[in-house]
């Protein structure tokens, strides 16, 4: 479980990073990053809806793409808020897989200096 000051809770928070922050898009996942200069601390969102498996999957993506949002947190400057989106097949993933897209992606899309 990520601390709650490590978690985008609001839809509102959610739908100003998808709008106004920068998308990576790989086989699996995406990835919205948006840098917000207000913020202290590092926040992440996870979308993990019906079409990528049933409960059990979906419930199975969503603690590795927490466990390696933490991973993020450590090297993750505090200003940035993040998304990640789970699409079809990201369950059939093996955990080095799905992290190692992760964090393609999400290097990728810091290289591409998010907006402010």
Do not use: C
């Amino acid at each position: 479980m990520l601390a709650r000051e490590n978690r985008l809770t609001s839809a509102a928070d959610f739908k100003s990073t998808m709008k106004q922050g920068q998308k990576q898009i790989s086989d699996h996942i995406i990835v919205y990053l948006k840098r917000d200069e207000a913020e202290p601390h590092a926040r992440f969102g996870f979308i993990v809806g019906k079409p990528v498996a049933g409960a059990v999957g979906r419930n199975l993506v969503k603690r590795r793409l927490r466990a390696i949002a933490r991973e993020l947190l450590l090297t993750n400057p505090a200003e940035y808020l993040t998304v990640v989106r789970a699409l079809p097949g990201a369950a059939e993933l093996d955990w080095n897989r799905l992290r190692e897209e992760v964090m393609t992606v999400f290097e990728k899309t810091m290289q591409r200096k998010p907006k402010v």
